[in-house]
T-cell receptor, first 112, second 111 residues
Framework: DQQVKQNSPSLSVQEGRISILNCDYTNSMFDYFLWYKKYPAEGPTFLISISSIKDKNEDGRFTVFLNKSAKHLSLHIVPSQPGDSAVYFC???????????FGTGTRLQVFP | DVKVTQSSRYLVKRTGEKVFLECVQDMDHENMFWYRQDPGLGLRLIYFSYDVKMKEKGDIPEGYSVSREKKERFSLILESASTNQTSMYLCASHREGGQQYFGPGTRLTVT
């Protein structure tokens, strides 16, 4: 039973445009949500996070939105750059533990 | 800068072999994790450890064991490797309230 879902395995976006990556979750016992970025042959690196009590967090070109009623979060990248091409994983932190539940990942390709 | 290192980037083993994957972190983090990453399945937690000599099963512990004798080192052991354990293995460390930092991964092939 996948508690964190990324329904789009891949996304292709033109350079300079907005990339929107989506993530749905089924469990309400998550206190933080995070996005990680992964290049081939490297480990995931932390990108941005949001507390479950907030609905938006912004860091430069990256913004994460949380819609608790819909159990949905999204990562917006504006403007998209070719260096953003990677696999993006959303993850949810289980309340009162240090465990993360990861989604299946979305491969983003930014083309010129 | 936090550094998490894994002993091998690529490993090829035969079915039935005992396999050791080593992970070392240099930030004095209490928590350490082992995941495997497979296409279409994302990262799945195998085992984690909150402290030296402490371990807890993750979501897919079958066929694996772990060892944490020192705070900075967390080992994943495949007691008898099987072909369905061919995967990318990722180690992470974490301090309470912070993010998880990942190593570069070990791509294990079991033939």
């Amino acid at each position: 039973d996948q508690q964190v879902k990324q329904n789009s395995p891949s996304l292709s976006v033109q350079e300079g445009r907005i990339s929107i990556l989506n993530c749905d979750y089924t469990n309400s016992m998550f206190d933080y949500f995070l996005w990680y970025k992964k290049y081939p042959a490297e480990g995931p690196t932390f990108l941005i996070s949001i507390s479950s009590i907030k609905d938006k967090n912004e860091d430069g070109r990256f913004t994460v939105f949380l819609n608790k009623s819909a159990k949905h979060l999204s990562l917006h990248i504006v403007p998209s750059q070719p260096g953003d091409s990677a696999v993006y994983f959303c993850a949810a932190s289980v309340y009162n533990t240090d465990k993360l539940i990861f989604g299946t990942g979305t491969r983003l390709q930014v083309f010129p | 800068d936090v550094k998490v290192t894994q002993s091998s980037r690529y490993l090829v083993k035969r079915t039935g072999e005992k396999v050791f994957l080593e992970c070392v972190q240099d930030m004095d983090h209490e928590n350490m994790f082992w995941y495997r990453q497979d296409p279409g399945l994302g990262l799945r937690l195998i085992y984690f450890s909150y402290d030296v000599k402490m371990k807890e099963k993750g979501d897919i512990p079958e066929g694996y064991s772990v060892s944490r004798e020192k705070k900075e080192r967390f080992s994943l052991i495949l007691e008898s490797a099987s072909t369905n354990q061919t995967s990318m293995y990722l180690c992470a460390s974490h301090r309470e309230g912070g993010q998880q930092y990942f190593g570069p991964g070990t791509r294990l092939t079991v033939t």
